[in-house]
């Protein structure tokens, strides 16, 4: 239910890119899922052991959070556009 939440918050993704933090985790993994699921190109960021995993799960792009400059990667894999639609982030007022 989070992961479904925090994907779909914004409305229709179709289309979109979703940036989905903490892609190897367990929301996360299943926020790729639905994402990919609803639609949506997905950038995920990892920790380089995640990566992997977050790959099996659909993602279009895997930033190591750890390793690479994680908005000049998003810079890149979005052609300096930078249009992410949503951000997953979870918080007291997301329910």
């Not at 479904?4 to 918050?9: E, G, T």
């Not at 903490?22 to 949506?40: D, M, P, R, T």
């Not at 799960?57 to 994680?70: E, L, P, S, T």
């Amino acid at each position: 239910m989070t992961a479904h939440v925090c994907v779909h918050a914004h409305g229709d993704i179709a289309g979109k890119t979703l940036l989905v933090t903490g892609g190897a985790g367990a929301v996360g993994n299943y926020a790729i899922q639905l994402a990919k699921w609803a639609g949506a190109r997905v950038i995920a960021t990892v920790s380089a052991s995640g990566a992997a995993d977050a790959r099996t799960a659909g993602a279009d792009i895997v930033i190591d959070r750890q390793k690479d400059n994680v908005p000049v990667a998003i810079g890149a894999a979005t052609a300096g556009k930078a249009s992410i639609t949503s951000s997953m982030s979870i918080s007291a007022e997301t329910f």
